[in-house]
């Protein structure tokens, strides 16, 4: 097993991603070295990526914030939604009225919305960008074009305790939440494969006691 190191005594984007890192571990990580820290943790890790390359990805400038009496007023003003209409100029949420127009452009009833689409939309509102569409989210939905992908590597964990509880073998620990969250700790700090198998528990046993 090979201990995590601190970020400053890594020398490569290679070694950096054989660690696990937490979302706002990455984001401290990010602001303490002048640079960007979106909410993603796959932006994130690219603002990361691109710093152990040589480039620096600054934080932006803040966006002048429009009055919520402006705000409410544009909304107002688009009775009808088209694939041309604004994500933002629309006041776009996952309520029905947005449901109900993509079910209409997709043929799928009920609509769901997407995990990337969610995504999206989450940055496109952080990142102000008035060019982005409905046509862009249906593309997003559709898969034609990538935006902001969902970070599933943030699922890990749940796995991890889901398969933890499932081997009959940690049913020896009275505080099993406690005996996972020790063991994940472990995996989390070293080069382990980010996964729970009964091996794992067999060979760490004694220090999750």
């Known amino acids: 097993m090979m201990n995590r190191p601190e970020f400053d005594d890594i020398k490569d984007y290679d070694e950096f991603c054989k660690y696990y890192w937490y979302r706002d571990e990455l984001i401290k990580i990010c602001r303490s070295h002048g640079l960007k820290a979106p909410s993603g943790k796959i932006e994130l ?42 994500l933002i100029e629309c006041g776009f949420t996952f309520g029905n009225r ?11 009833s009920p609509f769901k919305f997407n995990v990337d689409m969610v995504a999206t939309a989450k940055a496109v509102k952080e990142n102000g960008d008035e060019a982005f569409t409905l046509g862009d989210l249906l593309d997003i939905y559709y ?6 992908v969902y970070d599933k590597s943030a699922l890990q964990w749940n796995k ?20 996972v969250a020790s063991l994940w700790k472990i995996v989390r700090e070293s080069d382990i494969k980010k996964e729970y198998s009964h091996e794992l528990l067999e060979e760490y046993k004694s220090e999750i006691q």
Not at 57 to 84: F, G, H, M, W, Y
Not at 98 to 108: D, H, P
Not at 160 to 179: H, L, N, Y
Request: no cysteine; charged share 35%; aromatic share 12%.
């Open 98 to 108: 947005f449901r109900e127009f993509f079910a209409k452009e997709t043929g799928v």
């Open 45 to 86: 890790n690219k603002v990361i990526e691109a710093y152990f390359s040589g480039e620096k990805i600054l934080p932006e400038k803040p966006k002048q914030r429009k009055s919520n009496k402006a705000t409410n007023n544009t909304t107002k003003t688009v009775r009808e939604l088209t694939l041309d209409t604004g």
């Open 160 to 179: 991890f305790v889901k398969d933890f509880f499932a081997d009959e073998a940690t049913k020896v620990f009275s505080q099993r939440m406690k005996a």
């Open 143 to 148: 898969g034609k074009k990538t935006y902001a």
